[in-house]
């Protein structure tokens, strides 16, 4: 089931649309990097990125798992 978030990137209200294993990943993400979730989440939102902020999260996350970042 997607959960949806807001937060704040940068001074902009935006909300995010993820599963749940995915949010708490991307919060576990944060504790071990010593970051907070929107700060994590600013550093994912680049303008390069494909501009779906949700997709590029869950890949990002994916890519954390598998020891690729």
């Not at 749940?20 to 907070?36: D, G, H, M, V, Y």
């Not at 779906?52 to 598998?66: A, D, T």
Request: zero cysteines.
């Amino acid at each position: 089931m997607l959960e949806k978030h807001s937060i704040t990137i940068m001074g902009h209200h935006t909300s995010i649309t993820l599963e749940p294993e995915f949010w708490q990943e991307l919060k576990n993400i944060a504790t071990r990097e010593n970051k907070s979730v929107g700060k994590i989440i600013s550093e994912i939102d680049a303008p390069d990125l494909n501009e779906n902020l949700s997709s590029n999260i869950r890949v990002f996350v994916l890519k954390k798992v598998k020891g690729l970042l």
